[in-house]
């Protein structure tokens, strides 16, 4: 935004070197009130400004040469004249230029462009056609000859346009990646290092305004009632920027000016963001994203490297799922999604798991919902298990056990976690690696010590896919193999329900 402060800042300054001076304009059509629309951004790159300018920001053109600006609420009382379409401040130290055209006031400074808008109507127009269109041909270059009267597009008035629309085309759809932290304080300190898998979903109209949603989809570090989203905002995008117009993130006021996705252009189609958000506490959270589109392999992209469950991405991807919630998920209801193609028929389900059947978990277990997402159930007592919503798991206080529930691994994963177990945990103490059966589920069962404590994990595979997940991991944490492997511990894990 540095290239936005630096253009009010040189507005402001030369209108505060306005004179009094300069003639009548005799086109009294030119008289009345312009309201700032959008701006020039970078080369070639129009944006709205709505996120961009606070407070008031406008142009009255009155009669007798008299004009008043505003930007950001601050007022100038200034002078001006017309040549066409010309329009000229004068100033003690020079002029400021600009230009008048089918409705656009155009300022310039500093060798860019605001636009402001005559009226609703103008408004409207614009919204009509892309920025480029209109702006440019309204307004190209300030200082020059009379621009002739575009003609009204043509759009017929009982047919809508079919397919969607290049900024929908480039933009709409799922995005797989992860979210890097760093330079957190207060509460959200502990997460300094971390790195998340997350996934994004973006749905806009036909002219680019919409919603954007990112989701921690393993339940890690956030975990509610609204699918886990941690971000939820309106936008507007162009083919080059997605902007962000309000809403929330990390369970702040999201401040537009510092949501912003660009795409890599090393790495097309790929997005990078970075910034930080402060809640009102002042706990700050640094966060650097990194997105593909959902289908993307990452091949070329060593990143890929540091999102731990990128292999359970992949394997996914190999079984055919195109979003992760297995084609079940509505959108916003903002525009027709696109399409995603058709998957196959899906093998048919393992059996239910015992769900509150077991008398370990006492006589009316609490059932977990986990990741909120309907996948499947779990159940516990509440009288010895908490639900953590900042960790995403199970929890005894007085024991210090945690049950961390991941639901996605692929089809062909169990093979793979064996190898990969064999290769990075065997030269741990107490280590042993069995295969077994968990409610007609083939299972692995891991467990090791470290000088961190002891964990068990519990890996199932559903054989086929459930709404598009393929199958759950338990990872059991505690001071010793004795506190994960108890009958508890395992009544908690088959009492598991897939949801039909």
């Not at 009204?152 to 969607?164: C, H, I, L």
């Not at 252009?265 to 700050?284: A, I, Q, V, W």
Request: net charge negative.
């Amino acid at each position: 935004m540095k290239r936005i402060t630096a253009l009010i800042l040189t507005l402001c300054l030369a209108l505060a070197l306005c004179a009094c001076g300069g003639s009548s304009p005799e086109d009294t059509s030119m008289l009345g009130t312009y309201t700032l629309y959008a701006m020039d951004y970078d080369e070639n790159t129009i944006v709205r400004t709505e996120a961009l300018f606070d407070g008031e920001n406008y142009v009255t053109l009155k009669s007798g040469g008299s004009a008043e600006i505003c930007l950001e609420n601050d007022r100038s009382d200034v002078k001006w004249k017309a040549n066409g379409s010309k329009l000229v401040f004068t100033a003690s130290d020079g002029d400021m230029d600009g230009s008048l055209s089918n409705g656009v006031l155009t300022l310039v400074a500093d060798d860019s462009n605001l636009y402001f808008v005559a009226n609703e109507a103008a408004k409207s127009a614009i919204k009509a056609l892309t920025l480029d269109e209109v702006l440019y041909g309204a307004a190209s270059e300030p200082g020059g000859q009379d621009e002739p009267e575009a003609p009204a597009p043509e759009t017929p008035a009982t047919e809508a346009p079919s397919g969607p629309s290049e900024v929908q085309a480039m933009w709409n759809g799922w995005y797989f990646g992860c979210i890097d932290l760093d330079d957190c304080t207060g509460d959200w300190a502990e997460l300094n290092g971390s790195t998340y898998d997350t996934v994004m979903y973006v749905e806009l109209d036909r002219d680019g305004v919409g919603r954007f949603a990112i989701y921690d989809s393993f339940g890690l570090l956030v975990s509610n009632e609204w699918n886990n989203i941690y971000v939820d905002a309106a936008c507007h995008a162009d083919t080059s920027y997605l902007y962000a117009d309000g809403g929330e993130a990390f369970g702040c006021e999201l401040n537009p000016h510092d949501w912003i996705f660009v795409h890599n252009l090393s790495m097309p189609e790929k997005l990078n963001f970075g910034s930080s958000s402060t809640n009102d506490d002042g706990e700050t959270i640094g966060y650097d994203f990194q997105f593909r589109p959902w289908g993307d392999r990452w091949e070329e992209d060593p990143y890929s490297r540091f999102i731990p469950y990128f292999n359970a991405y992949l394997s996914a991807l190999d079984a055919g799922l195109t979003n992760p919630f297995g084609d079940t998920f509505p959108g916003f209801g903002i525009a027709e999604p696109l399409s995603n193609g058709g998957g196959e028929e899906q093998p048919a389900q393992p059996s239910s798991g015992s769900g509150a059947n077991s008398a370990l978990l006492g006589s009316d277990p609490t059932r977990l919902d986990v990741n909120d997402r309907g996948i499947l159930y779990v159940y516990y007592p509440a009288d010895q298990f908490a639900y953590d919503d900042w960790y995403g798991k199970l929890k005894n206080e007085e024991t210090g056990v945690g049950i961390l529930i991941d639901p996605m691994l692929g089809a062909t994963n169990l093979a793979e976690l064996k190898a990969s177990y064999e290769e990075h945990n065997s030269d741990e103490d107490d280590y042993s690696l069995t295969e077994t059966t968990v409610n007609g589920c083939k299972a692995l069962v891991l467990t090791y010590s470290d000088w961190l404590g002891a964990t068990m994990r519990v890996d199932l595979d559903f054989g086929g896919s459930h709404d598009g997940w393929y199958g759950v991991s338990f990872a059991v944490s505690g001071d010793s193999l004795a506190d994960c492997n108890t009958d508890l511990i395992w009544a908690i894990i088959e009492s598991m329900e897939l949801v039909k």
